[in-house]
């Protein structure tokens, strides 16, 4: 791909920022002896979680049993599908079930007794407890709940309970490091007390797999009973997890090549061929007002990497297949029709969700799974 | 598919409504003597525009150069792609010029003279004006640029000038009909004094290509020199044309069906597999507060139809995969877990790009455009 010459909005790769992440997850994980697991719905690309391998990954994590099934097809066979089980898609579970090991969460009584009835090949099941993000879970207090649920789920031979499942989300939307550290720590001190509380009512042997990308990349360790990390969007980062301090700017590894088709210098604005369908209407509040839907830098004769984002210029405004960029007069003045620019996506999973493939300048197009 | 046992999201059409939008538009167009060229950019569906053709519909809008050739391989032979040429992809413009009766647009000269350099098939063009939403185009009264622009375009053979278009956006953000109409007469006296100045300068027999669907929902008639309008949303419709006053909610045409996967009666709170990569992050602000990602109903039993959206109750929160549904305490007592519930959604646009195709329920699935 040309990308001086760019006919329409790619998602462009930086594989080696993307393998300096992994790696660095990776070590951590190693150091404290628990298994990273990450969480692949971040790119859903066969093409992305192959580089994974080469850091000793064996395990994933997606988000939707297609998800799963796409990955199965690829090569991968020890996947946790970690969004609560829709009950009518239990027969599929059971059929993927024969083919990988795969791992699956529940978290109330009435979708394990619906697994009990329908699963008839080995399948982990871990029970997913809410320690403050308040999406799904049971309320981690709520011995009494997770002692149904694995009740429930027990009336099976073919269910093995794997423990208690955590994704604190809440950190995404954190003031900086110290407060995630403070989220991280106070959820790990709480499903500990929830792990000896079920131990002292019988239950023994339960595991923890923990993991959002703000806490991953800030704890510099983690501790028994957590078996496993399932963190996603460290792979590639974005403004949001800079935004939290869980990266650094230089090391978002994802942005949206795009062209620009018109410049306005009285406006201050520029816009692009690249709007809501390639880059999300995902957005931060900059200080001055108004919603970012990404920051910008510019990709003359870039070839596999790309400059810091610009200050003072970001996307405010995206239509269907136009974005615009507030820019400052240098920009506006320089800038041509039909330069390519980037853009720093605010939340990369769902801004990778929209494309059909990813670019890797220099290399050539990852194939991904698609709704 | 078996509304009441759903293994996935999914977007349904409730066809009738769909044609009853389209019926009231294109009578309109018809009492007015122009011509409806919807813009299907809101569909991107070849079934959904098939529909159109009963209606006389014969000319559609798009808003890609992928987009426009899918249509033209679906048998649509009269296509404006409204957004500004990239002027990269004038190679591929050319090439589908040759296939069929195509408009573009252009709004600098810089864009206008890369056309004359690589155009060698007839070529409809229209020089986009911005009479207030300041997305693209010349601004109204800059009559100078627009002359500049048509001198360009005046090199070459191919291109025929047909007039200048325009697109409303801003309307969309309008308090209610009244500032809708405010907006669209002052746009169309502002394009209709543009035309007149033109004519002076010696550029004769200029259309108006208008419409979005705030405008073309509320006014009663459209006057020359309009010849053609161009909403799209209609077609389905949504929470934003509603609240604007382009709709009733009764004719909203599209909703995303999901299953109940989780219900926390104590957080007065149901949680839905369908997520931001099924229903997009574009948001209201309801009264009284956070953002609302959908308004929802009740589908138990449903068939091709859906009752009103819910008082109460709508998505307050979007994960990639699942999303969180704010619930009166009986909707939250009655709901079951796997039960099918169904998002209305804040813009049927981007919601529907997410979808690889469409249910209509009774009749079978629609294919559709993807990126």
Redesign the interface.
């Known amino acids: 791909m040309d990308l001086d010459?760019?006919?329409?909005p790619a998602f462009l790769i930086d594989r080696a920022k993307v393998r300096r992440n992994v790696e660095r997850m990776a070590e951590k994980a190693g150091r404290s002896g628990v298994s990273l697991r990450p969480h692949v719905?971040t790119h859903q690309s066969a093409g992305v979680a192959a580089w994974l391998r080469d850091y000793d990954v064996r395990a994933i994590t997606v988000?939707?049993?297609?998800m799963a099934a796409y990955f199965q097809r690829s090569g991968w066979s020890d996947i946790l599908i970690s969004?609560?089980?829709?009950?009518?898609?239990i027969p599929?579970i059971d059929e993927l079930a024969a083919a990988a090991s795969l791992d699956v969460i529940v978290?109330?009584p009435?979708?394990a007794r619906?697994l009990v009835g329908g699963i008839r090949q080995p399948l982990d099941v871990w029970i997913e407890v809410d320690t403050g993000y308040?999406?799904?879970g049971v309320p981690v207090g709520e011995t009494d709940t997770i002692l149904d649920v694995a009740k429930a789920l027990g009336a099976s031979r073919y269910l093995r309970l794997r423990g208690l499942l955590c994704h604190d989300?809440q950190t995404y939307a954190a003031s900086g490091p110290a407060e995630v550290l403070e989220i991280a720590e106070g959820s790990f001190r709480a499903l500990s007390s929830a792990v000896a509380e079920l131990e002292t009512a019988g239950l023994q042997g339960l595991s923890l797999s923990v993991g959002d990308t703000p806490s991953c990349s800030l704890l510099d360790s983690f501790s028994r009973p957590v078996s496993e990390i399932r963190p996603g969007n460290f792979v590639f980062y974005d403004l949001t997890q800079a935004g939290v301090g869980a990266c650094r700017e230089e090391e978002i590894a994802a942005v949206v090549a795009c062209?620009v088709?018109?410049?306005y210098p009285?406006?201050g604005?520029i816009?692009i061929?690249g709007g809501?369908?390639?880059i999300?209407?995902?957005?931060l509040t900059p200080p001055e007002g108004g919603p970012c839907f990404g920051r910008i830098t510019r990709l003359r004769g870039a070839e596999g990497f790309w400059p810091a984002p610009l200050e003072d210029a970001y996307v405010s405004?995206l239509?269907?297949?136009?974005g615009?960029v507030k820019a400052p007069e240098a920009l506006c003045d320089s800038v041509e029709?039909?330069e390519t620019i980037a853009v720093y996506p605010v939340h990369a999973?769902?801004t990778a969700?929209?494309?059909?493939a990813y670019c890797v300048p220099g290399e050539g197009w990852l194939p991904k799974f698609?709704?």
Chains 1, 2 share one sequence.
């Open positions: 010459h760019l006919k329409k719905k988000s939707s049993v297609d969004v609560p089980v829709n009950i009518h898609q599929d978290e109330s009435a979708a619906a308040h999406r799904t989300g062209p088709i018109a410049k009285a406006r604005e816009v061929y809501g369908v390639h999300s209407k995902e957005s405004s239509s269907q297949e136009q615009i029709i039909g999973c769902l969700n929209l494309h059909p698609r709704l």
